[in-house]
Antibody
Framework: EVYLVESGGGLVQPGRSLGLSCAAS????????MNWVRQAPGRGLEWIGF??????????AYAASVNGRFTISRDDSNNIAHLQMNSLKTEDTGVYYC????????WGQGTLVTVSS | DIQVTQSPSTLSASVGDRVTITCRAS??????LAWYQQKPGKAPKLLIY???SLEGGIPSRFSGSGSGTEFTLSVTSLQPDDFATYYC??????????FGQGTKVEIK
């Protein structure tokens, strides 16, 4: 069965950095685009970015709201996708999810990031 | 970047009603659109992909249609479990991807 588990969330001060991980099991994540999505409290879903497969040269794309601050990478040997978040702002607070592919029936449980002083 | 405008933002309906939600893309996305259902505190659940393909295990009262820039999600005979928030997501190859703003379906 396919599973995704996000981890690394927590409380962080504005301007600081935080790294999240998305651990995949039940499939070879190396074959898939891996996405990150977030949801601020009481708000809608916001697609953050993706990293294509190694076969597609692991190219990335990001939403304008995080471009230049967030970086997605992948560790295919361990079936993990990473989200490095720098220069965090209070508006980056929310639950962060990962999913595979262009659309997905498989999502993790999310990890909560709180940016606050 | 391609923007997706979803409407209405809130929809009041009764059990047994037929409801329709619309997503409009700022430029053509062919049929690269998915629909999700989300309940509070839960991850989104995929309903429809490629604009009109029903995900396995999803009841047939859910259907999607459209192509290009205009898309709809319809639910015939709304059931108590269907009261939730619905999102569209575009995944065009030529743009960063985006979600619609969401439609909350609430009990009238």
């Amino acid at each position: 069965e396919v599973y995704l588990v996000e981890s690394g969330g927590g409380l962080v001060q504005p301007g600081r950095s935080l790294g999240l991980s998305c651990a995949a099991s039940g499939f070879n994540s190396a074959d898939y685009i891996m996405n990150w999505v977030r949801q601020a409290p009481g708000r809608g879903l916001e697609w953050i970015g993706f990293i294509r497969s190694k076969a597609d040269r692991s190219t990335t794309a990001y939403a304008a709201s995080v471009n230049g601050r967030f970086t997605i990478s992948r560790d295919d040997s361990n079936n993990i996708a990473h989200l490095q978040m720098n220069s965090l702002k209070t508006e980056d607070t929310g639950v962060y999810y990962c999913f595979r592919g262009h659309y997905s029936s498989t999502w993790g449980q999310g990890t909560l990031v709180t940016v606050s002083s | 970047d391609i923007q997706v405008t979803q409407s209405p933002s809130t929809l009041s309906a009764s059990v047994g009603d037929r409801v329709t939600i619309t997503c409009r893309a700022s430029q053509s996305i062919s049929n690269y659109l998915a629909w999700y259902q989300q309940k509070p505190g839960k991850a989104p659940k995929l309903l429809i992909y490629d604009a009109s393909s029903l995900e396995g295990g999803i009841p047939s009262r859910f259907s999607g249609s459209g192509s290009g820039t205009e898309f709809t999600l319809s639910v015939t005979s709304l059931q108590p479990d269907d009261f939730a928030t619905y999102y569209c997501q575009q995944y065009s190859s030529y743009s960063p991807w985006t979600f619609g703003q969401g439609t909350k379906v609430e009990i009238k």
